[in-house]
T-cell receptor, first 110, second 114 residues
Framework: GQNIDQPTEMTATEGAIVQINCTYQ??????LFWYQQHAGEAPTFLSY????GLEEKGRFSSFLSRSKGYSYLLLKELQMKDSASYLC???????????FGAGTQVVVTP | DTEVTQTPKHLVMGMTNKKSLKCEQH?????MYWYKQKAKKPPELMFV???????INESVPSRFSPECPNSSLLNLHLHALQPEDSALYLC?????????????FGPGTRLTVL
């Protein structure tokens, strides 16, 4: 079956770094996406990995290891506006289907 | 124009009503998606349209009926819904279905079924 796991909640202080882990077991693999979703709003795209390694985009970086079925999203220099749910999503075939994890709620405190 | 728009933002309907949700994008994307999201849960895929043809139906009950009148528009027709269908309905689009493209999400329609 399909399984995508990520922690339910993480708390960190403003200016700190937080790493959100995502492990997956899917029938296929055609890329892993990270989305940010503020309460009551639509998910917004953060990053995409299809090859092993690190992708850096400003304060956000994402890492993928296909052999380990593992990814992480690194948020640096945390700001209050980064308080949101972070969704890991795997595209397990070429048909455009995304399987989402349950999301990690990040709470940034002053 | 890099956004997906959805109307209405909120909808309250009774179980005998018929209503429609609308989604529009002008990015030239050829794949469009409907997702359902319950509170504190991830989005769940309902339908995928590719080049205006339905390519995936995730065993969604027939009381939900999608329609893609043209490459920019996607509708979701609702009839005889149940209270458990209350959720945020998200539309998304991507350049096409098959390639490594991010999906752009609309703001959603928050549906309440009484």
């Amino acid at each position: 079956g399909q399984n995508i796991d990520q922690p339910t909640e993480m708390t960190a202080t403003e200016g700190a770094i937080v790493q959100i882990n995502c492990t997956y077991q899917t029938s296929g693999f055609n890329g892993l996406f990270w989305y940010q979703q503020h309460a009551g709003e639509a998910p917004t795209f953060l990053s995409y990995n299809v090859l092993d390694g690190l992708e850096e985009k400003g304060r956000f970086s994402s890492f993928l290891s296909r052999s380990k079925g593992y990814s992480y999203l690194l948020l640096k220099e945390l700001q209050m506006k980064d308080s949101a749910s972070y969704l890991c999503a795997v595209r397990d075939d070429s048909w455009g289907k995304l399987q989402f994890g349950a999301g990690t709620q990040v709470v940034v405190t002053p | 124009d890099t956004e997906v728009t959805q109307t209405p933002k909120h909808l309250v309907m009774g179980m005998t009503n018929k209503k429609s949700l609308k989604c529009e994008q002008h990015m030239g994307h050829r794949a469009m998606y409907w997702y359902k999201q319950k509170a504190k849960k991830p989005p769940e895929l309902m339908f995928v349209y590719s080049y205006e043809k339905l390519s995936i139906n995730e065993s969604v009950p027939s009381r939900f009926s999608p329609e893609c009148p043209n490459s920019s528009l996607l509708n979701l027709h609702l009839h005889a819904l149940q209270p458990e269908d209350s959720a945020l309905y998200l539309c998304a689009s991507s350049q096409d279905r098959d390639r490594d493209n991010e999906q752009f999400f609309g703001p959603g329609t928050r549906l309440t079924v009484l």
